[in-house]
């Protein structure tokens, strides 16, 4: 059973950068896609970046493109979104997650391929 552990949330002003972290356990990091998502007060936990254990173009909301990044160091077993440029849109609890399966891929991504979850860092960007 893989443990993700997130950290980095906090409070910014619109226009801010946060960068957050995911240490996940386990041996096998490496060949898993992992994601971030977010869920808003009333609203559904939504995919935000995916990125994939080969070379592959991660996956972005079109919300978050050209403002977030997604990367990881399978040395260190950590996932990363730097997020830049914050809206107050984007306040929400951030959570990163592993794929179900290994070997998959960012393609055709979805919540439903992604299984083990963290327990959620909040990110609250005011105006």
């Known amino acids: 059973q893989v443990q993700l552990v997130e950290s980095g949330g906090g409070e910014v002003q619109a226009g801010g950068s946060l960068r957050l972290s995911c240490a996940a356990s386990?041996?096998?990091?490496?060949?898993?896609?992992m994601g971030w998502f977010r869920q808003a007060p009333g609203k559904e936990r939504q995919l935000v970046a995916a990125?994939?254990?080969?070379?592959?173009?991660?996956y972005y909301a079109d919300s978050v493109k050209g403002r977030f990044t997604i990367s990881r160091d399978n040395a260190k077993n950590t996932v990363f979104l730097q997020m830049n440029s914050l809206k107050p849109e984007d306040t929400a609890v951030y959570y990163c997650?592993?794929?179900?399966?290994?070997?998959?891929?960012?393609?055709?991504?979805?919540?439903?391929?992604?299984?083990?979850w963290g327990q959620g860092t909040q990110v609250t960007v005011s105006s």
């Open positions: 990125i994939s254990w080969r070379l592959e173009t991660p």
């Open positions: 386990g041996r096998t990091f490496s060949s898993y896609v």
């Open positions: 997650a592993r794929q179900w399966d290994l070997y998959g891929s960012v393609r055709s991504v979805s919540l439903a391929d992604f299984g083990s």
